[in-house]
């Protein structure tokens, strides 16, 4: 029991390292696209969520929420009032919703991935279906849950920051979770996979 316990925290231990690795990469973590960034901080979540569960993978999603709150304090851009509360660009700012659409999101994408991979595997689905639709399914809360949110809180703010009007907006938003969204959760999906595939015998037992 303390061998897989310690193996678990381990394995932990290096997701978490591997989340703020990533962030600090630069044009790796977060992939800048004028309005909003691209990001691949959310397959360490993924992969942390499939491997240890939900609960970790929440945990892992969590820190994902803090390092983008705190990136877009110390490095605001045009949008980074979206993300923190702490940033004001023309005559918006921040505030506690920029909190929410940081971090919960990002939580979720661990808590909704560890779920769905747990309950395709007591279906007995293949691995392989079942991590990528976990890592597909934890992509899109990620985007459709920050994007919503956007709409939601700064709808207005945000039309005016990409330069279009309000009444446009909503087909703004669904052309990127349609077109970035997607292919973020494709790539999470491959990543994942491939992960899972060669660190099978190593998660054996845990």
Known sequence: MKKTNMKRFTLFALFLA???AVSVIPFLGFIPLGF???????IPVIVAAVVLGKKEGAAIGFVFGLISLIKHTMEPSLSSFIFSPFVTV??????????????VPRTLIGFVSGLIFENLKKRKINDVVSVSISAVAGSLTNTILVMGGIYIFFGGAYAATVGIAYEALVGFIMGIVTTSG???????????VAIYKASKKTLSGI
């Open 18 to 20: 591997i989340e703020v």
């Open 36 to 42: 909003i960034n691209a990001t691949t901080l959310h």
């Open 182 to 192: 997607i292919i973020e959760a494709i790539v999470a999906a491959i990543i994942a």
């Open 90 to 103: 023309g005559e918006t700012s921040g505030n506690f919703a920029s909190i929410l659409i940081a971090i």
